[in-house]
């Protein structure tokens, strides 16, 4: 079987890379050619374009950064999907929004692709360690034939629903990612205001069953001052943007979201995107 | 060494109940008569007002609902504090803002009262099986003379820091209850639009490390409807406007919390402010 | 000259009719026939689908409810646009965001037509009275042809700038509207709560300075509780999504439209959206 | 008849200056002296402490920041109120929470004291030119023994209600002024960023039935880049803070100027308290 990864980004690379130590065999493409020749020295073979990398693929995996990467990599006409074989797999593991991988599944459907929505939950060391969880949108059947391949890139294959819902459910973890980390960075600032230390907060606040888990090791991102991207503060933008756009679409009010995304707004604005969406924190504190 | 005990609501009730059955000889008193029938049969003395509650104990504890209770139970003239015999202890386990625990100690001092803010993270079952944690704000000597008592009802004690510093660090712990139930909700009324469960949505979410850990309990509340009351929301709206108003002091600004204070507004405006706060659930999806 | 009008709501059904008015050789269509009937009985030709209604035209003027609609009639493949006569100008009056107008533009462009956005200020009565402010996207030439139109159906024709311009400023005019009338409704709900009489505040802030002069009209309508439409919330609340949508992709933050879109959210899963957008006033009261 | 004038501010001083203009017997107290010494120039008796400003005055015009200032020169033990002469009138012009006024006039009625709460709408130059306006909550016959001065200090005298209804609708005005500013600012800032100019943007809009009418003048201030102080920032902080307190106990929502007490909260923090109130365009522009 033949496997082709489309998008070589923190996570993307670090996936293909486990697909090829479990021996498949695999063709790569990413937009910027650097991560292309890591892969290439782990055994990848590459390609010049993702419309010549896709035509002999049994499966094609794709990790982009934002829907509308997406669709010009793969729906525009002459796109990578015309060039996938007829009844092959398409597999998104990028983050978009429910409605974008409905319209994907259509497309697919019409080019005669069987399309599977499968974003991850997980940042860099889990992508590293073959620690992903994938949220699938897919019927059962197609998810077995896949199975075997997200079993090597990652430790947990949820079973959500029906083509788009793994999209669904990925939205609602990154909103509630990106807004704990917000309600997090508030009590810690109003605490030290308050006269508590810094230390003391960052130490105690996360351990407390008010607390997501994952504060844990973004508290130490503070604590250091050091946010290393694991998950860029400029794509938890984008997801709040698109959770907006999905509320919109629903008629379903979103008040908390909504304003998280102006803070995050402010953040990418002043020049934080790239750092992990921890610096939320430095944004709040700075400003 | 004798105690007395004032507020016994949901939550004093039970902390009163847990002194008794450890032997103490407590005295108890309560706005409302019915409360004080049920520990007088478990053995309280009781007082046909605060001012006659107080006057011969060593340790006085306060559970009231709000700053402006305590205020009027204790710091009016002629009120409790000017009845307690010299150098006795209050120690108010009441939630109030970092500044009134101030201005309550301060009065205390003034009245050779010994003061400790000690409000406590738990409700009614944590009360009840004396498994309450508690936020004290005192200087180390005063903590040593009260620890026996407070190892009665609950079962971890956190020497936050100076006088104030328990209400601060209380402050905050509510206001990330408010908030992560309130982001709980908007996400798990998102995914029904959106086309999953419910009873997937809560049986889920709540197990990954985005959620805050709390939730749990909550989910059963919002799978089985039945918001009995174990933190009531009108106190959770009181606690997040506490929090708006120590925010103003401290001209920290606090986006979140204050938008979900207008969230628990209109719930309470609603009628549901004596039901739990996980009621927030309720109010988002009926609205 | 011919003259072809698609989108016969509210606002084009008048337009269209004051262009006949005027004796122009007006064209129409419209998705639902009913208006078309009326607007036959006034001189109008009409079609049978809107690509059979543009063929002939010199000039086509567009007033759809959303930029999907527009995209949809215009833009599709085979759709209104590549039925256009070559050099023929298109006027798309539709409230869209400007990003779209620009991706109409080029469209246009592309299949050898002239393009300007040239939304409208106003309402049913304006639009009925040819008392429309037009808002111009434009090259100053391509104006000074349309112009003779425009003056039909409005009386006021501000050259914003170039093309999409006019979109731009239309959505600023939109969002102060959206969030004047829901901080108006606030402070009067707020004010009758402080016990002054619900008259007396309809009657007096709209005057003051404080408050913008359009108010005047919509206290009216809070006074008599009658919401007929002028300017529909559900297009109101669609307005606040393309200013978050706009806002996104120019990375600038804007607070409190969002949290407007929100209550605008709730009134339209109310089932308030048919009505004039006065009635978030209706909804305030009433949650 | 006998006057004092307690708080000689950016208003205070100007309404009290016109009192002098028109013959008035005026003694007056401020806490710091510079201001008391121009008024002295005019003709002014001063005192050396509002407690001996006082006794002997009939009337006596109150004008300070906060109800907290206020509630310390007048209300405290031995305040100026305990030194006022029987039957005297209080009349307070402070921008106070409704709550507070009730609170002040009790005391006053308690100490022999006639009360009147009367804020005023205006900032320096209609203080200057003695063209304030008057929102007054009082019994109409005690307003007609006072109206005789308010004459002399504004050009219009609204009788809102009763006691506290002054306040309550000042409040109103208040925090419309804020929100107001902070949704002209966004567009602005949001016009920019699509492309328009701000100049353009500056002179249109407030022109506009859209837009309240006083932000014409603040958009003199936006051009130049002069906040000089009309009204400070840190006082409309303050008013939102108490329009907060307000809607809490009044349980009512009130979600924009929620929002926007947390924008202003960001521009007081970074040392635009003193400014104008328009420069929180400034903080957002910059921010």
């Excluded at 990599?73 to 996938?84: C, I, K, N, Q, R």
């Amino acid at each position: 079987m033949k496997i082709t990864f489309i998008g070589l980004g923190i996570m993307g690379s670090r996936m293909a890379g486990n697909l090829l130590k479990n021996g498949f065999d695999v063709t790569v493409w990413n937009r910027s050619p650097s991560p292309m020749e890591e892969l290439k020295a782990q055994g990848a073979k590459t390609a010049a374009s993702a419309n010549e990398a896709v035509p002999q693929a049994d499966v094609v995996f794709s990790m982009l950064s934002t829907p509308e990467v997406v669709e010009q990599v793969f729906l525009t006409e002459g796109g990578a999907l015309s060039h996938m074989k007829d009844n092959a797999i398409w597999v998104d593991c990028s983050t978009v929004n429910p409605s974008f991988s409905l319209r994907a599944a259509q497309a697919a459907a019409k080019a005669g692709i069987r399309f599977m929505d499968a974003p991850v939950a997980g940042t860099k060391p889990q992508a590293e360690n073959a620690e992903l969880v994938f949220f699938v949108g897919a019927e059962k059947s197609l998810l077995e034939e896949v199975q075997p391949y997200l079993n090597r890139m990652g430790n947990k294959v949820l079973h959500i629903g029906e083509t788009g819902k793994g999209a669904s459910f990925k939205m609602l973890v990154n909103i509630m990612l990106a807004q704990s980390m917000a309600i997090f960075s508030e009590a810690v600032l109003l605490g030290e205001k308050m006269g508590l230390s810094k230390a003391f907060l960052l130490n105690v606040i996360p351990n407390l069953a008010v607390a997501a888990p994952f504060t844990k090791a973004k508290a130490e991102m503070v604590r250091s001052d050091d946010y290393e991207v694991q998950f860029p503060l400029e794509l938890m933008y984008k997801d709040l943007h698109l959770a907006a756009l999905t509320a919109y679409e629903l008629k379903q009010p979103l008040y908390l979201a909504n304003v998280a995304k102006e803070l995050y707004a402010e953040a990418d604005k002043k020049g934080m995107g790239r750092l992990d969406f921890a610096a939320i924190f430095k944004y709040l504190e700075e400003r």
